[in-house]
């Protein structure tokens, strides 16, 4: 189905373990993001890519790595878990067009990530 | 980038008009203003923009002040399904950038009975 998907739904992780939540767009957006939301908190974002290859931090990147190979995929990996990185991820994609009104972006569904 | 206001929370009765408010006062010339809901626990979802006249879709209709100051976000008959949080964000329009949205804390609307 056409959309944007996040995989895994829910992950249960150890303490310093390494863990890549996948983010997947059949759209071929130019742009997508990474965003963590903490309970009571609104949504922080963490990484964001305008295209394959292109990538930049945001406003929470510490700890965390991007990469874009492919203009679908935007994987986002946490090198060594810590418990203050359990959150609810989401992932996002836009389309902007040069000269032109930019468009509102599509979230994932989340994926829920506890560090024990 | 513009930040915005907007009241914690807000109640509306079921079929009535849900007015929500956003201040953003230091708005610039090329920034749109964006709103979003998230229902609880879902990613959010894009609702309306605009720059400075008055939009409408089949969701809501977004209504912006002439100094663009500040706007409101009008659900016509509001449901129990419209029960969210509701995030105003002014976001710029870079061209060849990524262009970020910035998250508040936005409304929470209880739609009741």
């Known amino acids: 189905d056409a959309g944007i998907t996040q995989s895994p739904r829910y992950k249960i992780t150890e303490t310093g373990r390494q863990v890549t939540l996948m983010c997947h767009q059949t759209w071929s957006h130019s742009y997508m993001f990474w965003y963590r939301q903490d309970l009571g908190h609104g949504l922080r974002l963490i990484y964001y890519s305008a295209a394959a290859d292109i990538t930049d931090k945001g406003e929470v990147p510490d700890g965390y790595v991007v990469s874009r190979s492919k203009t679908e995929n935007f994987p986002l990996t946490l090198e060594s878990a810590t418990r203050s990185q359990t959150s609810v991820y989401f992932c996002?994609?836009?389309?902007?067009?040069?000269?032109?009104?930019?468009?509102?972006?599509?979230f994932g569904s989340g994926t829920r990530l506890t560090v024990v | 980038d513009a930040k915005t206001t907007q009241p914690p929370s807000m109640d509306c009765a079921e079929g009535r008009a849900a007015n929500l408010p956003c201040n953003h006062s230091t708005i610039s010339g090329n920034e749109y203003v964006y709103w979003y809901r998230q229902i609880h626990s879902q990613g959010p979802q894009y609702i309306i923009h605009g720059l400075k006249n008055n939009e409408t879709n089949e969701m809501a209709s977004l209504i912006i002040t002439e100094d663009r100051k500040s706007s409101t976000l009008i659900l016509p008959h509001a449901t129990l399904r419209d029960t969210a949080v509701y995030y105003c964000?002014?976001?710029?329009?870079?061209?060849?950038?990524?262009?970020?949205?910035?998250f508040g804390t936005g409304t929470r609307l209880q739609v009741t009975l």
């Open positions: 996002a994609s836009s389309e902007s067009r040069q000269g032109q009104r930019s468009y509102g972006y599509t």
């Open positions: 964000i002014v976001r710029p329009r870079r061209s060849g950038t990524a262009s970020k949205l910035t």
